[in-house]
C-alpha cells in the first residue's frame, strides 16, 4: 500500500503507483535455486586499490564464487565506494539511508525521505553539502598561468590572487570535456575542481611547460556552505573576513582553530560559500 505526505505530514492512504502488482498466475516464481549463490555460498573475497588509465584510484572487490551443479566457477569485480572526510558525520545525519556513487565516494542523495526541508532550508536559511568527492588539482610552476590559459576559455593571465574562474575547457575541436572552478592561490599556483577525472588532459597539455601537476583529490576536504544566511552563519564560526569578499574571490582564515580557505562559489544559484580544508 503507497501513502501520501500531506502538508501537515501526516500520511494518507494513497493508490497503487502500478495498479495490483500481484504476480499474474501464469508466471512461475523465483525459487532460491534459480539464483546466483548468496554470500553464505562465497568463500573467498579480495579487496585491492588500483590506477585507471586516467590515474585516478579506484576501490575494486574481487569476489570468488565457487563451482555449483548449476554455476561455473567465476570472478566477479566491482567497484566499491568509500566514505569521504566528513562520511562519519553525515552518517548519523542520513535518516534516509539513500546514499549515490559519486566519484567513487558515498554522497547522501536525501537525508530525509524526502528532500523538501533540504530544499527549503538552502533556499530560506543554509545547509551544508559535502562536495569532497570532486576531482581537485594544484596546478603549479613558473609556467602555471600559461597552462591554465592553453587549458581554459577565458585569460587566466588577468586573474588576481584569490580570485576564481568558473571556466568550461575543451578538446582541441572546441568540444566542451568538462566545467568547475580555477583558483589561483598565488602567482604561481592554481587549485583546480571537476567533475570528472582531469589529469591526464592537464598533463598532456602541460608537455613543454616549466609545471607541476598534482592530483591532490584525496588532500583537500570541501563542503559547500549554500543559501541566504550562509555568511551571517560563517561570520560567527570562522576568523575569515567576509565582510569584504567579493563573489567568486576567496580568502583564508579559520574555523574552530582549523586553517581553511573560503571562496564565495557555489552550485545553487543563491547566496553561498565553498570551505577548503586539508584532508
Known sequence: QRYDVRADRKLEPGKHLFGDRSAP????????????????EIRSARQAVVSTANHDRVVLHSVVVPRSARWPRRKYTFAVPVGSAFHARTRELCESLSYRDWAGYYAVSAYETHHEHEYNALRNACGAIDISPLFKYRVSGPDATRLVNRVITRDASKMAVGQVYYTPWCDDAGKVIDDG???????????????????????????????????????????????????????????????????????????????????????????????????
Open 181 to 279: 572552478t580555477v583558483t589561483r592561490v598565488d602567482e604561481q599556483s592554481f587549485r583546480w575542481t571537476a567533475a570528472d577525472p582531469s589529469l591526464r588532459w592537464l598533463t598532456r597539455n602541460a608537455s613543454g611547460l616549466d609545471v607541476q601537476v598534482d592530483d591532490i583529490s584525496e588532500q583537500v576536504a570541501a563542503l559547500a556552505l549554500q543559501g541566504p544566511t550562509a555568511a551571517a552563519l560563517l561570520r560567527k564560526v570562522s576568523t575569515a573576513d567576509l565582510g569584504s569578499l567579493r563573489y567568486f574571490r576567496a580568502t583564508s582564515g579559520t574555523i574552530a582553530g582549523v586553517p581553511v580557505d573560503i571562496s564565495r562559489t557555489g552550485y545553487t544559484g543563491d547566496l553561498g560559500y565553498e570551505i577548503w580544508m586539508s584532508w
Open 25 to 40: 498466475e501464469h508466471v512461475t516464481p523465483l525459487e532460491h535455486q534459480h539464483l546466483a549463490a548468496g554470500p553464505r
